[in-house]
């Protein structure tokens, strides 16, 4: 109970405590796509199909990826969060995105995206509607 010749002020730790073994088994499984309410179990819907949440993102910073047409579509909520929260901390990163079962690359600082099967690349570009990173 002393440190540097001082009273500590932590209990000591039980002989029982110490002999806890939590390399057998993990402390607490997880389930993936799954989260917990209580004591009931959810099944975690993707953002597209939760019933009253809105279609775009309503964060101050919306990424936008340019299709083979031409058009500028809106990164989903998820991906969009993901994006920023990779560009906040450093926005010479890159992130990995899904986009209609197809995976790509994000180059944030390059402003362009990349397939990760077929190497195609395209155009992405961040509207920043008042927030700050």
């Given at each position: 109970?002393?440190?540097?010749?001082?009273?500590?002020?932590?209990?000591?730790?039980?002989?029982?405590?110490?002999?806890?073994?939590?390399?057998?088994k993990?402390?607490?499984?997880?389930?993936?796509?799954?989260?917990?309410?209580?004591s009931?179990?959810?099944d975690?819907?993707?953002?597209?199909?939760?019933?009253?949440?809105?279609?775009?993102?309503?964060?101050?910073?919306?990424?936008?990826?340019?299709?083979?047409?031409?058009?500028?579509?809106?990164?989903?909520?998820?991906m969009?969060?993901?994006?920023?929260e990779?560009?906040?901390?450093?926005?010479?990163?890159?992130v990995?995105?899904?986009?209609?079962?197809?995976?790509?690359?994000?180059?944030?600082?390059?402003?362009l995206?990349?397939?990760?099967?077929?190497?195609?690349?395209s155009?992405?570009?961040l509207?920043?509607n008042?927030?700050?990173?």
């Open positions: 109970g002393y440190a540097l010749g001082l009273p500590s002020s932590r209990p000591a730790i039980s002989e029982k405590a110490k002999s806890v073994d939590t390399s057998t993990p402390i607490l499984h997880v389930v993936k796509g799954k989260y917990f309410k209580n009931e179990v959810v975690k819907l993707p953002p597209e199909h939760q019933k009253g949440r809105p279609k775009i993102s309503l964060s101050m910073n919306q990424w936008f990826w340019k299709d083979d047409k031409g058009k500028w579509n809106q990164y989903s909520i998820e969009n969060d993901r994006i920023n990779c560009y906040k901390r450093d926005p010479k990163s890159t990995v995105v899904t986009i209609q079962d197809q995976c790509y690359r994000v180059v944030m600082s390059k402003s995206h990349i397939n990760l099967s077929t190497k195609d690349v155009e992405v570009k509207v920043n008042g927030g700050s990173f």
